[in-house]
């Protein structure tokens, strides 16, 4: 009966500890997306019509990256042609700053296809 006790106990004590370091990491992490987020003056959709008007296709995923002490929305759109572009977005002036294809993703795509 204790030693059954006793392992309940450890396995709650286990599985709060693990909650506590999970939560830890993700609000330290939060800041720093927060920040971004709030100094960025082109909201993601304004951000992702930009990229449809340049690239036509499906959006995939839009974020917001630090590049080059620059705030860039970069989002992925998948082409008719099945390639991934990436759209760079400045997040204070809300211009296309660049337009590539994302290699690595789009050599992952071709091989599920």
């Given at each position: 009966?204790?030693?059954?006790l006793f392992t309940r106990i450890w396995l709650i004590v286990l599985v709060v500890t693990a909650g506590a370091v999970t939560m830890t990491e993700y609000t330290c992490?939060?800041?720093?997306?927060?920040?971004?987020?709030?100094?960025?003056?082109?909201?993601?959709?304004?951000?992702?019509?930009?990229?449809?008007?340049?690239?036509?296709?499906?959006?995939?995923?839009?974020?917001?990256?630090?590049?080059?002490?620059?705030?860039?929305?970069?989002?992925?759109?998948?082409?008719?042609?099945?390639?991934?572009?990436?759209?760079?977005?400045?997040?204070?002036?809300?211009?296309?700053?660049?337009?590539?294809?994302?290699?690595?993703?789009?050599?992952?795509?071709?091989?599920?296809?």
């Amino acid at each position: 009966m204790c030693k059954g006790l006793f392992t309940r106990i450890w396995l709650i004590v286990l599985v709060v500890t693990a909650g506590a370091v999970t939560m830890t990491e993700y609000t330290c992490a939060e800041p720093n997306k927060v920040e971004k987020a709030a100094s960025a003056k082109v909201p993601i959709d304004e951000a992702i019509t930009l990229a449809r008007e340049k690239v036509s296709g499906t959006v995939i995923q839009a974020g917001l990256e630090q590049k080059h002490d620059r705030l860039i929305w970069e989002v992925e759109v998948v082409t008719p042609e099945k390639r991934v572009m990436e759209i760079h977005i400045d997040a204070h002036m809300g211009t296309v700053t660049d337009v590539e294809e994302g290699k690595e993703k789009s050599k992952r795509m071709q091989r599920r296809n």
